[in-house]
Nanobody
Framework: VQLQASGGGLVQPGGSLTLSCAAS????????VAWFRQAPGKEREAISC???????????YYRDSVVGRFTITRDNTKNTFSLQMSNLNPDDTAVYYC??????????????????WGQGTQVTVSS
């Protein structure tokens, strides 16, 4: 499984960015996908996950700090998924990673639940 993240960059506070993750040698279908980020000196944290918790319904999860600002979507026709980010602030500065678990159902939106990772793309929010 290979994931390629793109779309990072430098943006001013209040600005927007859309990150994309393309999968190759692997079909995403309804498999769980997610975005994580890691700021310098901090642990990698979950931003948003799109997965089933076991009942078949695929529910998006967002960490509290990005609710209303970030949106996770997927496009199975392109075998990609994205993270639309708006109203960015300096606390959003980090390397962003896309990931997939390889299965539809995951127990939680955490690092350990995801097996396959992209290389990371830097997002810097600064004036």
């Amino acid at each position: 499984v290979q994931l390629q993240a793109s779309g990072g960059g430098l943006v001013q506070p209040g600005g927007s960015l859309t990150l994309s993750c393309a999968a190759s040698t692997f079909t995403l279908d309804s498999r769980a996908v997610a975005w994580f980020r890691q700021a310098p000196g901090k642990e990698r944290e979950a931003i948003s996950c799109l997965a089933s918790r076991g009942d078949g319904a695929i529910i998006p999860y967002y960490r509290d700090s990005v609710v209303g600002r970030f949106t996770i979507t997927r496009d199975n026709t392109k075998n990609t998924f994205s993270l639309q980010m708006s109203n960015l602030n300096p606390d959003d500065t980090a390397v962003y990673y896309c990931a997939t678990s390889g299965v539809t159902t995951v127990p939680s939106c955490t690092v350990v639940a995801y097996n396959y990772w992209g290389q990371g793309t830097q997002v810097t929010v600064s004036s």
